[in-house]
């Protein structure tokens, strides 16, 4: 860049210098000094015959191998002498340069990290949809002919192809109880994939949780009743303002999972309260209960419904329960039961039965 005295404009040149100036210039970087070439020297001389100047200065812009750039300074009418005041202020000026190209080089960088992070999240926010569209797709197709094979199943248990024996009665409950299990798999992964996209439902109206607990149990009876567990609601009626069909979801996890870590002759009891504007559901169990070690990764994906334990389960269920609560503005906990257990706590925002419903 070639700056003259009483312009503004600065020239741009693409060219070496020739061997004489870049010895000087070579030399000005090995000392890490200010270099001063004057008439009084012979081979200074030489050098700025070269250039065409009568006195010049050239200024390394950093030390040593760190330099980023040359300072040359020329006189062209007349020769220059030079003093301690004059090296002092070219120096300043050489280190703010210094500093100057430093920091440009660091936004160029920076500037170039940022495009790329861009391009990053870009191909990952193209990646995640990709693999959210192929979870819906799979999800739906798989929920068709399960629903479907689970309603083939619940007729031939009623009678309706006519009396079965009653070995086939019992493999024909057992597949249904696989298949309504993949169903609940298909759901968590649609809700898993929606929840990811932060796409929840912003959807609330009041809901008796009291009587959508009891839902839900009834609806897995066929699960706890295989095991001979007792399970049962207790409670009035209480109001929560939710999406109804979420709540639901993670009252099914909640339960399920009571019922896989629960032994056999076991008993499972949902409570339902109220207190202090939140409504409480906590489904308590006399299994086996979470060791304190996996407590605090509880409700991370992966990591709960005792699957990193016994290599069993998708780890999604809990982590789905969290999520659930979480956009409802409330929250799930874990607690040890007593003498031996778990008791499971979902808190939702209480409403009242008459309270306007807003999407």
Not at 76 to 97: H, S
Not at 176 to 198: F, M
Not at 222 to 241: P, R, T, Y
Request: hydrophobic share 40%.
């Amino acid at each position: 860049f070639l700056a003259t005295r009483g312009s503004d404009d600065v020239e741009t040149r693409n060219e070496r210098p020739g061997p004489e100036v870049w010895s000087a210039l070579q030399k000005a970087v090995a000392d890490r000094n200010i270099v001063f070439l004057s008439q009084s020297d012979a081979l200074a001389r030489f050098t700025l015959g070269n250039i065409g100047a009568q006195a010049a200065l050239i200024a390394p812009l950093g030390s040593g191998a760190d330099a980023v750039a040359v300072l040359l300074v020329e006189w062209r009418e007349r020769d220059r002498q030079f003093d301690r005041e004059l090296e002092n202020l070219v120096q300043a000026f050489a280190d703010q340069g210094a500093r100057a190209i430093e920091q440009a080089k660091l936004v160029e960088a920076l500037a170039s990290t940022n495009e790329q992070v861009r391009a990053a999240n870009r191909e990952l926010v193209e990646r995640n949809q990709v693999i959210r569209d192929l979870v819906y797709a799979l999800s739906h197709d798989l929920r068709t002919p399960l629903m479907a094979g689970s309603m083939t199943m619940r007729q031939a248990l009623a009678g309706a192809y006519g009396r079965l024996p009653a070995e086939y009665v019992e493999v024909l409950r057992r597949s249904l109880q696989s298949n309504e299990e993949l169903e609940r798999l298909a759901q968590t992964l649609l809700l898993v994939a929606r929840y990811e996209s932060r796409e929840e439902s912003k959807q609330r109206r009041p809901a008796d949780v009291t009587q959508l607990a009891s839902s839900v149990v009834g609806e897995l009876e066929s699960l706890w009743h295989s095991k001979e567990i007792n399970a049962h609601v207790e409670g009035d009626e209480v109001f929560a303002s939710v999406d109804e069909s979420e709540v639901r979801r993670a009252l099914i996890n909640l339960i399920a999972n009571a019922v896989t870590w629960t032994p056999e002759g076991g008993t499972i009891i949902v409570r339902v309260s109220q207190s202090g504007g939140i409504a409480a559901v906590a489904v308590e169990d006399d299994g086996f209960g979470v060791p304190e070690s996996e407590r605090a990764a509880l409700f991370q994906r992966f990591h709960g419904d005792g699957a990193a334990r016994r290599g069993g389960g998708t780890g999604l269920g809990l982590y789905i329960v969290r999520r659930i609560a979480e956009s409802h503005g409330g929250s799930i906990t874990y607690e040890p039961r007593l003498p031996r257990g778990s008791v499971f706590t979902l808190r939702l925002p209480s409403a009242v039965p008459d309270q306007v419903p807003h999407a």
